[in-house]
């Protein structure tokens, strides 16, 4: 799927835009209950104050971003104020160890449309995406970090672009360079993962895993219960749109280099990442992973088997047998695995 850029857009003359929903077709997977949040006894009641039922939520992870919180803060409110919409910035700090919670609790007073939601301990930013997801007021969410690497002025204009196309489900920022650390390791690797991905999901994509993004949150819930704790749960949504056949668009961003530390580790998380993709297209469609395999291991014991018996009459070799005996095995789990996807209770 092509980049298609989407030129700086006016605000809306409406205070609150109407704003349309998509229902999740019939392939989608059932949701689960989520855990019980608790929230940080100092902060309990802060911030809980608005109405039921807004444009936007963009929520925010925010763990020991300190150093450049307020700016970002400051650059987010900006541009959603200027857009008209009706929304709110939920601040979800996942249990930091320097600054960050108390400065968020300060800048309730000064941000009125600011949310703050505590974690007693750290559950990693697809925790914070998910259960922030659950608890968002608005129809559409926005996913972006706080360090400052991603042009959240241009947040509404990801909004406006679901406004304009009701047959987009999601929109995701591409991002043009890589300027995070460790760039000889990630780049690679993501490219690698990447084609991969775009293999199994038979569906070019751009940036699978970029943290800019705003979705319909209606659709979004049935997998919410998909996405893992860490890094790889912007990958596991994107995943899951292309695999029940959601529309997903992408426009071209810059992207900044990080302030503050990463934490992304480059041989852990790589390797996260590509567990990832695989578990999710196992999920929707095992066939893609299974049969190929399947197939080539049965294909290449058939050609030996007749090579065999061309050479020596009478007698196949054990590891023909095995070739012959693997290929069929996988194949029936194939087959297994997607009856049993395929006769799933949505």
């Given at each position: 799927m092509a980049i298609r850029a989407v030129p700086s857009l006016p605000s809306p003359s409406l205070p609150s835009p109407s704003l349309p929903s998509t229902a999740v077709?019939?392939?989608?997977?059932?949701?689960?209950?989520?855990?019980?949040?608790?929230?940080h006894p100092s902060v309990q009641q802060a911030g809980t104050a608005g109405p039921s039922?807004?444009?936007?939520?963009v929520v925010l992870p925010c763990f020991n971003e300190e150093p450049h919180l307020m700016q970002e803060l400051e650059r987010i409110t900006a541009a959603m104020d200027a857009s008209g919409y009706s929304y709110e910035l939920l601040a979800i700090d996942d249990a930091s160890t320097d600054g960050t919670l108390a400065l968020l609790e300060r800048?309730?007073?000064?941000?009125?449309?600011?949310?703050?939601?505590?974690?007693?301990?750290?559950?990693?930013?697809?925790?914070?995406?998910?259960?922030?997801?659950r608890e968002a007021r608005g129809e559409i969410v926005v996913w972006t970090d706080a360090d400052m690497t991603y042009p959240n002025g241009r947040i509404p204009e990801l909004v406006t672009h679901l406004v304009d196309h009701p047959q987009v489900d999601q929109?995701?920022?591409?991002?043009?360079?890589?300027?995070?650390?460790?760039?000889?390791?990630?780049?690679?690797?993501?490219?690698?993962?990447?084609?991969?991905?775009?293999?199994?999901?038979?569906?070019?994509?751009?940036?699978?895993?970029?943290?800019l993004r705003a979705f319909r949150r209606s659709v979004s819930l049935p997998y919410l219960r998909l996405l893992p704790p860490g890094f790889s749960c912007v990958t596991t949504l994107t995943l899951s749109f292309l695999s029940n056949q959601h529309a997903v668009d992408y426009v071209a961003i810059d992207y900044a280099k990080r302030s503050g530390t990463s934490k992304f580790h480059p041989l852990r998380d790589a390797y996260r990442y590509i567990l990832?993709?695989?578990?999710?297209?196992?999920?929707?469609?095992?066939?893609?992973?299974?049969?190929?395999?399947?197939?080539w291991l049965f294909g290449i014991g058939m050609v030996k088997a007749i090579v065999d018996l061309a050479l020596a009459p009478r007698y196949i070799p054990v590891n023909t047998v095995l070739l012959l005996l693997t290929g069929l095995i996988i194949g029936s789990l194939a087959l297994l695995a997607d009856l049993i996807v395929r006769s799933r209770d949505v």
């Open positions: 077709p019939s392939t989608a997977v059932p949701t689960a209950p989520e855990p019980a949040l608790v929230p039922r807004l444009d936007v939520t800048a309730i007073a000064r941000f009125p449309h600011l949310r703050l939601m505590p974690f007693q301990r750290n559950g990693g930013s697809g925790t914070a995406r998910r259960i922030g997801t929109v995701v920022g591409a991002r043009r360079t890589e300027q995070g650390t460790h760039r000889l390791l990630r780049v690679p690797a993501k490219w690698l993962i990447r084609k991969i991905a775009e293999q199994l999901a038979a569906t070019s994509i751009p940036d699978l895993n970029s943290g990832q993709v695989l578990r999710m297209v196992m999920y929707f469609n095992p066939l893609k992973v299974l049969m190929p395999l399947a197939l």
